[in-house]
């Protein structure tokens, strides 16, 4: 059954794709700005699936992909997400996935917003059960502090006196497995990937037209060539212009493929750069988090990143968001 249910999501994601762009849904079909709708009853069946779960990632995806599409869509009912309210029903099916999925990517907006947008509606009160237990509110603690806690400590600011074990006494885990995905893609290491791929495809189109140069010079050789040692008819003014045309051609080709080449190999090497960058801040923060939970003190030269800063602000948006509920809940012996 769980098989045949999964087998039933992957499908209904593959179909939820084409309500990306309004023009591949079928005209005609639903009345105009209705569209969404239809697209909103396929993202509520994933409540009835059975091994769901494992559609958390895929599913909110596509609804926030879905979401940031809307506007192509005209004369709609509601200027809102109609496929928010679904998802939140899925989720809340999940509470645990839908914890440590959101929290370990709440450093990106994307998924922080969407979170907050869940977290607001009466049908995520399972989600927000779980967030608020001791082992959601750790996880919340170990992304909203583990990895930006060392801060102070890069500032030249680190009590030496403050006994590290205390954090771990305030709910900073000490397992972060649940959030190895700390690495999140820059705009900086987007762009970089976007100029090694522009400079892979700018070596293919120049690779190609310097083939084809070379052919047309080869053909101009042999027509001129075939004639030099003809009295009656040797090469015309025009086969030798053609000639040295396609000879400066080739050579002009030659020029432009070296000259990608090198772009390429710089924008290959700051791709790596970056990259490397960025799994070096993955390495420290995990790192972080567990010598912090461990109630060991982080090096003074742990990475530093403005993602961290992020992390720290959008736990206190999810904080603000749960005392709404429970006006309680930092307080007293609860946490």
Not at 167 to 184: C, F, I, N, Q, T
């Amino acid at each position: 059954i769980v098989t045949v249910g999964q087998g039933v999501g992957h499908k209904c994601i593959e179909v939820l794709q084409t309500w990306r762009e309004a023009t591949k849904v079928g005209k005609g079909a639903w009345r105009e700005g209705d569209e969404p709708l239809i697209a909103t009853g396929l993202v509520s069946l994933f409540t009835h699936l059975p091994g769901g779960h494992i559609f958390v990632d895929k599913l909110t995806t596509t609804v926030i992909d879905l979401t940031n599409k809307l506007h192509t869509f005209k004369k709609l009912p509601s200027p809102s997400s109609p496929y928010i309210l679904p998802l939140t029903v899925f989720l809340n099916k999940h509470p645990q996935a839908c914890v440590d999925y959101f929290v370990a990517r709440m450093g990106k907006t994307m998924y922080s917003e969407m979170f907050e947008a869940v977290l607001k509606l009466e049908e995520a009160k399972e989600v927000r059960a779980y967030l608020t237990s001791d082992e959601g509110t750790g996880k919340l603690m170990t992304a909203m502090l583990g990895i930006p806690l060392h801060l102070a400590s890069l500032d030249g600011e680190a009590d030496s006196d403050v006994d590290p074990a205390i954090l771990a006494r305030h709910g900073v885990s000490a397992d972060p497995a649940w959030g190895v995905e700390v690495v999140e893609d820059s705009p900086k290491l987007a762009a970089l990937t976007a100029a090694n791929q522009t400079a892979t495809e700018n070596i293919k189109v120049a690779d190609a037209e310097n083939k084809r140069a070379l052919n047309v010079l080869n053909q101009a050789t042999s027509a001129h060539n075939s004639r030099v040692n003809d009295p009656v008819n040797p090469p015309s003014v025009e086969l030798k212009n053609t000639m040295t045309n396609a000879q400066i051609a080739y050579q002009n080709s030659t020029q432009k493929l070296a000259q990608v080449q090198q772009e390429q190999v710089a924008a290959q090497a700051a791709l790596q750069a970056e990259a490397n960058l960025k799994q070096q801040v993955a390495n420290d923060s995990a790192a972080a988090i567990t010598m912090i939970g461990s109630g060991q003190v982080p090096p003074a030269n742990t990475s530093m990143t403005n993602e961290a800063m992020e992390w720290q602000y959008q736990g206190l948006k999810l904080f603000t968001i749960l005392m709404e509920y429970d006006s309680e809940y930092v307080e007293g012996d609860k946490h």
